[in-house]
């Protein structure tokens, strides 16, 4: 388990799993704009671009 903080929940992460065990958590974000890192240093405590990652449910 990574404590990814904000990333965790966040619908830019994946965890990419490697044949050795460790994973690792890279945002997708960053191949779209450069201000974010392709793999942040985690934990995230605060991020601009952080969406979560189920929206709520629509109402009318
Ligand atoms: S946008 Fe921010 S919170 Fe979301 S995965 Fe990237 S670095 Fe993490």
Same mark, same amino acid.
């Given at each position: 388990m990574i404590a990814a903080g904000l990333c965790a929940s966040c619908r830019?992460?994946? +965890?990419?799993?490697?044949r050795r065990g460790p994973s690792y958590l890279r945002c997708l974000l960053a191949s779209v704009?450069?201000?974010?890192?392709?793999?942040?240093?985690?934990? +995230?405590?605060?991020?601009?671009?952080y969406a979560p990652a189920e929206d709520p449910p629509a109402g009318d």
């Open positions: 830019h992460a994946r +965890v990419n799993q490697t704009d450069e201000a974010y890192p392709r793999y942040p240093r985690l934990p +995230v405590l605060r991020c601009a671009g």
